[in-house]
């Protein structure tokens, strides 16, 4: 029995210690740290979040792995090809830029983030490992969202003050920095006011409210597509969907509500009659129930999106207008980092001074074709998706990640996110890999 045993447990040790297990098994780890990672200080004044050291060591190891393996390195398709005139673009901007200490300290972040495109787009190479490592995310987000929610509910036990203090002493400067934790609480963005009630948004150990609704928002069609399409996990990914739609409407953040309805709207055509019915009838049904509830900040907030005259509102319209006037006298613009000085001289490194649209900022900083080439990957990715999906029902979730992504982008900037952007990278690497008739519907 035991030299029957020994020769098994060699093989499957083998077959683990194999590279392109080794990659895949790190990226699932990978995928459910995602939100939880933390910073380091290396030096005064210098936050390094621990992401950009393990993108870039997991992509060293496997450059030089993978020709042993006779592996395609990089996948050749027109997301990977605008992927890289985007980069190359946003390099070139520094020869506009105004301070160039800023502009290269910008530039590195998404350098040091990208390599993740190419190992999800190699490693991730069929239906299972597809379905699989969303899974991981999934159950990741759903953590983060319970979280979220948690500190939610603890203002109404412990008053908005002492939780905001807590947050703001023992939980921020761990998981985002010293120094980026104390420009958070500079210009904070935690609290609303409802009818005379001051609420402590969803935030959970995100930096604000708007890039966890980016995360949960982009990441709710892939755990309904999980729960409907896998025989096992059932009530876990039904309690993921519960807890991300809840932890997502607590960050009373309005445009990540508009991408969610633009993100259920659009996958109308790709689904059945009764599951286009089902979705509208729930929409109805939950949109009913927020507005009969008294006192609810998620309605104020929502219907508010539309008053022009609302304070918030206003300031967006201001800036981009702003952003709009500062494109036309810099059609290239004015270099990867150089927007907060382009309209605040007197600017410091942190100050959050940006357009509060994706495609302006991009625009004004890297130049209108850069602009152009970036709303091109988003074009070529919701078109892969929407392809997929005749195949493979999974892959409608895409379609609507996507849009609720590329709308959400109307009102705020990601791409500076460091959970938000890595999560966007491997949504993209998705979307260009080809369906596998590989027969796993189970993210075991």
């Given at each position: 029995?035991?030299?029957?045993?020994?020769?098994?447990?060699?093989?499957?040790?083998?077959?683990?210690?194999?590279?392109?297990?080794?990659?895949?098994?790190?990226l699932?780890?990978?995928?459910?740290?995602?939100?939880?990672?933390?910073?380091?200080?290396?030096y005064?004044?210098?936050?390094?979040?621990?992401?950009?050291i393990?993108?870039?060591?997991?992509?060293?190891?496997?450059?030089?792995?993978?020709?042993?393996?006779?592996?395609?390195?990089?996948k050749?398709?027109?997301?990977?090809?605008?992927?890289?005139?985007?980069?190359?673009?946003?390099?070139?901007?520094?020869?506009f830029?105004?301070?160039?200490?800023?502009?290269m300290?910008?530039?590195?972040?998404?350098?040091?983030?990208?390599?993740?495109y190419f190992?999800?787009?190699?490693?991730?190479?069929?239906?299972?490992?597809?379905?699989?490592?969303?899974?991981?995310?999934?159950?990741?987000?759903?953590?983060?969202?319970?979280?979220?929610?948690?500190?939610?509910?603890?203002?109404?036990?412990?008053?908005?003050?002492?939780?905001?203090?807590?947050?703001?002493?023992?939980?921020?400067?761990?998981?985002?920095?010293?120094?980026?934790?104390?420009a958070?609480?500079?210009?904070?963005?935690?609290?609303?006011n409802s009818?005379?009630?001051?609420?402590?948004?969803?935030?959970?150990?995100?930096?604000?409210?708007?890039?966890?609704s980016?995360?949960?928002?982009?990441?709710?069609?892939?755990?309904?597509?999980?729960?409907?399409?896998?025989?096992?996990h059932?009530?876990?990914?039904?309690?993921?969907?519960?807890?991300?739609?809840?932890?997502?409407?607590?960050?009373?953040?309005?445009?990540?509500?508009?991408?969610?309805?633009?993100?259920?709207?659009?996958?109308?055509?790709?689904?059945?009659?009764?599951?286009?019915?089902?979705?509208?009838?729930?929409?109805?049904?939950?949109?009913c129930?927020?507005?009969?509830?008294?006192h609810?900040?998620?309605?104020?907030?929502l219907s508010?999106?539309?008053?022009?005259?609302?304070?918030?509102?206003?300031?967006?319209?201001?800036?981009?207008q702003?952003?709009?006037?500062?494109?036309?006298?810099?059609?290239?613009?004015?270099?990867?980092?150089?927007?907060?000085?382009?309209?605040?001289?007197?600017?410091?490194?942190?100050?959050?001074?940006?357009?509060?649209?994706?495609?302006?900022?991009?625009?004004?900083?890297?130049?209108l074709?850069?602009?152009?080439?970036?709303?091109?990957?988003?074009?070529?990715?919701?078109?892969?998706?929407?392809?997929?999906?005749?195949?493979?029902?999974?892959?409608?979730?895409?379609?609507?990640?996507?849009?609720i992504?590329?709308?959400h982008?109307?009102?705020?900037?990601?791409?500076?996110?460091?959970?938000v952007?890595?999560l966007?990278?491997?949504?993209?690497?998705?979307?260009?890999?080809?369906?596998?008739?590989?027969?796993?519907?189970?993210?075991?």
């Amino acid at each position: 029995m035991r030299s029957l045993l020994i020769p098994k447990l060699l093989k499957q040790l083998r077959l683990l210690l194999d590279g392109n297990n080794i990659f895949y098994y790190t990226l699932l780890v990978f995928c459910a740290f995602l939100p939880f990672q933390f910073a380091l200080n290396p030096y005064s004044g210098i936050d390094l979040a621990v992401i950009r050291i393990l993108i870039p060591i997991m992509f060293l190891i496997w450059l030089f792995i993978t020709p042993k393996n006779k592996l395609l390195l990089f996948k050749l398709n027109w997301i990977t090809y605008l992927l890289g005139i985007f980069l190359i673009l946003a390099s070139i901007s520094l020869f506009f830029s105004p301070n160039l200490s800023w502009s290269m300290r910008k530039l590195f972040f998404p350098l040091s983030i990208a390599p993740l495109y190419f190992l999800a787009a190699t490693i991730l190479n069929n239906i299972h490992k597809q379905k699989k490592a969303f899974f991981f995310l999934v159950s990741g987000a759903t953590i983060l969202a319970l979280v979220g929610i948690i500190q939610f509910i603890s203002q109404f036990i412990f008053g908005v003050d002492r939780v905001s203090l807590f947050l703001s002493t023992h939980i921020a400067p761990f998981f985002l920095g010293k120094t980026f934790a104390t420009a958070v609480f500079t210009y904070p963005s935690w609290l609303i006011n409802s009818d005379g009630t001051t609420y402590m948004r969803a935030v959970a150990i995100f930096p604000d409210p708007h890039m966890l609704s980016y995360y949960l928002g982009m990441l709710i069609p892939f755990s309904i597509a999980l729960w409907a399409t896998a025989n096992s996990h059932k009530k876990w990914l039904l309690f993921s969907i519960i807890s991300l739609i809840i932890a997502d409407i607590l960050t009373f953040t309005r445009g990540g509500y508009l991408a969610l309805i633009a993100g259920g709207l659009i996958i109308l055509p790709l689904v059945s009659i009764k599951t286009a019915k089902k979705i509208l009838a729930g929409a109805v049904i939950f949109v009913c129930l927020f507005i009969i509830a008294p006192h609810n900040p998620v309605t104020s907030r929502l219907s508010s999106s539309f008053d022009v005259q609302e304070g918030s509102n206003q300031a967006r319209l201001s800036n981009w207008q702003q952003a709009i006037a500062l494109i036309k006298k810099h059609p290239f613009g004015v270099g990867i980092g150089g927007y907060s000085l382009a309209i605040k001289p007197q600017a410091t490194y942190r100050e959050p001074i940006y357009a509060h649209n994706a495609y302006l900022d991009i625009a004004a900083e890297l130049g209108l074709i850069a602009a152009a080439v970036f709303i091109g990957i988003l074009l070529f990715a919701f078109k892969n998706f929407w392809n997929l999906s005749k195949n493979e029902q999974f892959f409608i979730a895409g379609v609507a990640s996507i849009t609720i992504f590329a709308t959400h982008s109307l009102v705020e900037n990601p791409l500076y996110s460091l959970h938000v952007l890595p999560l966007f990278l491997i949504i993209l690497a998705l979307s260009t890999l080809k369906h596998t008739h590989e027969e796993t519907t189970n993210p075991k």
